[in-house]
């Protein structure tokens, strides 16, 4: 396994953006796909986006709209969700997540075995 810890979280106006970063320690951090994901209150955990251990490789739920971007630099261990466009319903914590494959469209949260504590996003005017 290794360790993730978020960054990045704030509060930002409507429109605003918001860079979140993920930080792993531990094991080599290029040997996994990480993912991130978030969760609401009230809301169960939903998938927002993943890339593949070298970053080739990315998805994103749909309903993005093209908003956000992931992409990873494995020399510093991390990996970034770049929000665009932030709209008040992307309020929630975001947790990145690490898993030992990619697997693409076929998401599912058994596939991470190491999770961050998450970093609070809320967008309010």
């Known amino acids: 396994q290794v360790q993730l810890v978020e960054s990045g979280g704030g509060v930002v106006h409507p429109g605003g953006s918001l860079r979140l970063s993920c930080t792993a320690s531990?094991?080599?951090?290029?040997?996994?796909?990480v993912g991130w994901w978030r969760q609401a209150p009230g809301k169960e955990r939903e998938f927002v986006a993943t890339?593949?251990?070298?970053?080739?490789?990315?998805y994103y739920a749909d309903s993005l709209e093209g908003r956000f971007t992931i992409s990873r630099d494995n020399a510093k261990n991390t990996v970034y969700l770049q929000m665009n466009s932030l709209k008040p319903e992307d309020t929630a914590v975001y947790y990145c997540?690490?898993?030992?494959?990619?697997?693409?469209?076929?998401?599912?949260?058994?596939?991470?075995?190491?999770w961050g504590r998450g970093t609070q996003v809320t967008v309010s005017s």
């Open positions: 531990g094991r080599t951090f290029g040997n996994f796909a």
């Open positions: 890339i593949s251990q070298r970053g080739g490789s990315s």
């Open positions: 997540a690490a898993a030992p494959y990619y697997y693409g469209d076929n998401i599912s949260q058994r596939q991470y075995n190491s």
